[in-house]
T-cell receptor
Framework: DVKVTQSSRYLVKRTGEKVFLECVQDMDHENMFWYRQDPGLGLRLIYF???????EKGDIPEGYSVSREKKERFSLILESASTNQTSMYLC?????????????FGPGTRLTVL | GNSVTQMEGPVTLSEEAFLTINCTYT??????LFWYVQYPGEGLQLLLKATKADDKGSNKGFEATYRKETTSFHLEKGSVQVSDSAVYFCALSGRAGNKFYFGSGTKLNVKP
């Protein structure tokens, strides 16, 4: 069964802390994505990656960075967490070829920044 | 550019009622269209998809038809169950790559 896993389901951090959210997929997918989900706003793309060591900014990259050192792992980093980054974070992956393929999602990490 | 608009919720129905959730899109080229479902506390799961005009996607009693002339992909189910209570997202994927564009989501509450 295909799987995308995220390191934590729930996370509580303090303002100013550095936060790492990890995502791992076991499907050998080239593309990986980080979204945040907020009520009434749907899913907004933060960053995505088409290959190892490659990254592109999504719609709301400010305050975030990413790392993709291995194909199966895509990390989201909050350099200095702020309360407005309290949200649900979703990771997704998809194979490289074509627009027919669905995105496979992880279970999400609900981050609270105090 | 690409975008997806879906009806605002919440939508509240009684069990066995007919469901329609409207979705319209704007896209360059010929996108693929998807409906995802998110149950409480979980990530998104693919419900159904359609990759070209007039295709009908179906799964678990849900259906949606890719209508190019009206740029729509409305989700329907003939008889909803309490277990269908969830948030439903319409999405499109452009041919240029695998970037997805999601609607804002519609929460469905089904009462017994």
């Amino acid at each position: 069964d295909v799987k995308v896993t995220q390191s934590s389901r729930y996370l509580v951090k303090r303002t100013g802390e550095k936060v790492f959210l990890e995502c791992v997929q076991d499907m050998d997918h080239e593309n990986m994505f980080w979204y945040r989900q907020d009520p009434g706003l749907g899913l907004r793309l933060i960053y995505f990656s088409y290959d190892v060591k490659m990254k592109e900014k999504g719609d709301i990259p400010e305050g975030y960075s990413v790392s993709r050192e291995k194909k199966e792992r895509f990390s989201l980093i909050l350099e200095s967490a702020s309360t407005n980054q309290t949200s649900m974070y979703l990771c997704a992956s998809t194979p490289r070829q074509g627009a027919y393929n669905e995105q496979f999602f992880g279970p999400g990490t609900r981050l609270t920044v105090l | 550019g690409n975008s997806v608009t879906q009806m605002e919720g919440p939508v509240t129905l009684s069990e066995e009622a007919f469901l329609t959730i409207n979705c319209t899109y704007t896209a360059t080229g010929y996108p693929s269209l998807f409906w995802y479902v998110q149950y409480p506390g979980e990530g998104l799961q693919l419900l159904l998809k359609a990759t070209k005009a007039d295709d009908k996607g179906s799964n678990k009693g849900f259906e949606a038809t890719y209508r190019k002339e009206t740029t729509s992909f409305h989700l329907e189910k003939g008889s909803v169950q309490v277990s269908d209570s969830a948030v439903y997202f319409c999405a499109l994927s452009g041919r240029a790559g695998n970037k997805f564009y999601f609607g804002s989501g519609t929460k469905l509450n089904v009462k017994p």
